[in-house]
């Protein structure tokens, strides 16, 4: 039996312009800056800069009458304040002063110069091989990764070889071609492994008692040495502390990853445009909005003329509506987005005024252990806004402090109470958990156990297991790693 109801109930949904505002507030500077390019190559009503337009009557209409649209009513109202502007500057940048004045340089930067691949090879033009030795080493040159290492078995290199460049060699052929390959600069380019990428290194170097004392500890107690028995190294090698000091002084000042001391990658630097600078102003912290997410949009001048050719029209025919109503569309659109900047710009200066605020000792003195326990849903409180939006402001942002370019979402911690039953943030835990790790007696590193026993001392009752997830977190080996002689 087939029966009908009616049912009314209430549901929240976001409308797209909501998801959008959303996405905006999530972008970090650079690729904020990426959308608005890209809104405004999307939309020609769209315009930045400062041209000036000029002002005229707000309304225009049709003439009443039902056209060749049949029944359709051509709306063409168009309330022509609320799209545009006759100053110079957007209304919206001079509501507060919270725009940096720096003009930063807009373009990422990269690197200059030939990758490191082609530096290698432009290295075997200067040794004498046949032209089949030269495949083979132009082949293995392109097999070394941006460490500096082949991870690759010769077997695998010489079947490779055989079936992409039709040359059929052997192992020890490859082997040979190998030994050339690791006489290219950087020292160590080339090894197939860390022992061998270290040994390469000690090679070059003047042959003196403390470099063959740690050629022969990394040739012949390779495992030892990287698990740090260093005991085992004094007995085998019957010397005395002083001369492992020397030999391990020696190995720790080579370089583990040859490929990554070459700057020619032709990489793209790694470049972070703080969101917001915070100074401290006679006592007192300032926060300001970086002025690159403060653009100077406003409607084109074109779009400006086309209205009024529109309204000084006697005549006003099918393809002159149909050009108002996309005309209209476009203006729809550069209202919204402009509006939808204006909202991100005021939603990231209220929600890190809030941060800033609430991390009040922290910024004046710059040190970690005066931060206070935080999470979302105390700065969503503080500004009324949801735990979201907060998470979006927080998430891919940056501030630029007196003590260094920070990620805001960094200040956010949970919470743990002391022995005194205060509230304490566990990046302030951590802080002291690193001091005290950096103030050991290396020869005798702290274990975790024993670090959990001093920080219940200092009044921070932990689990040792949570001292292995904080040191783990710190990246921060344990304790028979960090041992030295």
């Given at each position: 039996?087939?029966?009908?109801q009616?049912?009314?109930?209430l549901?929240q949904?976001?409308?797209?312009?909501?998801?959008?505002?959303?996405k905006l507030i999530q972008?970090?500077?650079?690729?904020?800056?990426?959308?608005?390019?890209q809104?405004m190559?999307?939309?020609?009503?769209?315009?930045?800069?400062?041209?000036t337009?000029?002002?005229f009557?707000?309304?225009?209409s049709?003439?009443?009458?039902e056209?060749d649209?049949?029944?359709?009513v051509?709306?063409?109202?168009?309330n022509?304040d609320e799209?545009?502007?006759?100053?110079e500057?957007?209304?919206?940048?001079?509501s507060?002063?919270?725009?940096?004045?720096d003009?930063?340089e807009k373009n990422?930067?990269?690197?200059?110069?030939?990758s490191?691949n082609q530096?290698?090879?432009?290295?075997?033009?200067?040794?004498?091989?046949?032209?089949?030795?030269?495949?083979i080493?132009?082949f293995?040159?392109g097999s070394?990764d941006?460490?500096g290492?082949?991870r690759r078995?010769?077997t695998?290199?010489m079947d490779?070889?055989?079936?992409?460049?039709n040359?059929?060699?052997?192992?020890?052929k490859?082997?040979s071609i190998?030994k050339?390959?690791?006489?290219l600069?950087?020292?160590?380019?080339?090894?197939r492994n860390l022992?061998?990428?270290?040994?390469?290194?000690?090679?070059?170097?003047?042959?003196?008692?403390?470099?063959k004392l740690a050629k022969?500890i990394l040739?012949?107690s390779?495992?030892h040495f990287?698990?740090?028995?260093y005991?085992?190294?004094l007995v085998?090698?019957?010397i005395?502390e002083?001369?492992l000091?020397?030999a391990?002084?020696?190995?720790?000042h080579l370089n583990?990853?040859?490929?990554?001391?070459?700057a020619g990658?032709?990489?793209?630097?790694e470049h972070?445009v703080?969101?917001?600078?915070?100074k401290?102003?006679?006592?007192?912290?300032?926060?300001?909005l970086n002025?690159?997410?403060?653009?100077?949009?406003h409607?084109?001048?074109e779009?400006?003329n086309?209205?009024k050719?529109?309204?000084?029209?006697?005549?006003?025919s099918k393809s002159?509506?149909?050009?108002?109503l996309f005309?209209?569309?476009?203006?729809d659109?550069?209202k919204?987005?402009i509006?939808?900047?204006?909202?991100r710009?005021q939603?990231l200066?209220?929600?890190?005024?809030a941060i800033m605020?609430?991390q009040?000792?922290?910024?004046?003195?710059g040190?970690e252990r005066n931060l206070?326990?935080?999470?979302?849903?105390d700065?969503?409180?503080?500004?009324?806004m949801d735990?979201?939006?907060v998470?979006?402001v927080a998430?891919?942002k940056?501030?630029d402090?007196?003590y260094?370019?920070?990620?805001i979402?960094?200040f956010?911690s949970?919470?743990?109470?002391?022995d005194?039953?205060e509230?304490?943030?566990t990046r302030e835990?951590k802080?002291?958990?690193?001091i005290t790790?950096?103030e050991?007696?290396?020869?005798?590193?702290?274990t975790?156990?024993?670090l959990?026993?001093?920080l219940?001392?200092?009044g921070?009752p932990?689990?040792r297991r949570t001292?292995?997830?904080?040191?783990?977190?710190?990246?921060i080996?344990?304790a028979?790693?960090?041992?030295k002689?």
């Amino acid at each position: 039996m087939l029966k009908q109801q009616l049912n009314f109930k209430l549901s929240q949904k976001l409308s797209p312009q909501q998801i959008q505002l959303m996405k905006l507030i999530q972008l970090p500077t650079l690729a904020f800056e990426q959308r608005l390019k890209q809104e405004m190559e999307e939309n020609p009503a769209l315009d930045s800069g400062k041209d000036t337009v000029d002002e005229f009557e707000d309304t225009y209409s049709n003439d009443g009458n039902e056209d060749d649209y049949g029944t359709e009513v051509i709306e063409t109202e168009i309330n022509v304040d609320e799209y545009l502007s006759d100053d110079e500057i957007p209304s919206y940048r001079l509501s507060a002063n919270n725009y940096s004045t720096d003009d930063e340089e807009k373009n990422v930067p990269y690197a200059s110069g030939t990758s490191f691949n082609q530096h290698l090879k432009s290295q075997l033009n200067t040794y004498r091989l046949n032209g089949q030795e030269f495949e083979i080493a132009n082949f293995l040159v392109g097999s070394i990764d941006e460490s500096g290492y082949i991870r690759r078995s010769l077997t695998d290199i010489m079947d490779d070889l055989a079936f992409t460049q039709n040359i059929f060699t052997d192992e020890p052929k490859i082997e040979s071609i190998l030994k050339i390959v690791q006489q290219l600069d950087p020292a160590g380019v080339g090894a197939r492994n860390l022992q061998e990428c270290l040994l390469i290194q000690l090679d070059r170097k003047e042959l003196t008692i403390p470099i063959k004392l740690a050629k022969g500890i990394l040739s012949k107690s390779f495992d030892h040495f990287s698990k740090k028995h260093y005991d085992k190294l004094l007995v085998k090698f019957d010397i005395n502390e002083e001369e492992l000091k020397e030999a391990i002084s020696e190995i720790e000042h080579l370089n583990p990853k040859p490929g990554g001391a070459y700057a020619g990658n032709n990489r793209i630097i790694e470049h972070v445009v703080p969101d917001f600078a915070i100074k401290i102003v006679e006592g007192d912290l300032e926060l300001t909005l970086n002025g690159r997410n403060a653009p100077e949009l406003h409607v084109s001048r074109e779009y400006n003329n086309m209205l009024k050719g529109y309204k000084e029209s006697k005549e006003k025919s099918k393809s002159q509506k149909d050009a108002v109503l996309f005309i209209k569309q476009k203006l729809d659109a550069a209202k919204w987005f402009i509006e939808a900047v204006k909202q991100r710009q005021q939603t990231l200066f209220l929600t890190m005024s809030a941060i800033m605020h609430y991390q009040r000792d922290f910024f004046l003195s710059g040190d970690e252990r005066n931060l206070k326990p935080m999470i979302l849903k105390d700065i969503a409180d503080e500004i009324g806004m949801d735990v979201s939006t907060v998470s979006r402001v927080a998430n891919s942002k940056y501030v630029d402090t007196p003590y260094g370019t920070k990620l805001i979402k960094d200040f956010f911690s949970e919470s743990m109470t002391n022995d005194q039953g205060e509230e304490v943030s566990t990046r302030e835990i951590k802080k002291i958990l690193e001091i005290t790790i950096s103030e050991e007696d290396k020869r005798k590193p702290l274990t975790d156990e024993k670090l959990s026993s001093i920080l219940k001392e200092k009044g921070y009752p932990i689990a040792r297991r949570t001292v292995a997830k904080y040191r783990e977190q710190l990246d921060i080996p344990v304790a028979r790693l960090r041992k030295k002689i």
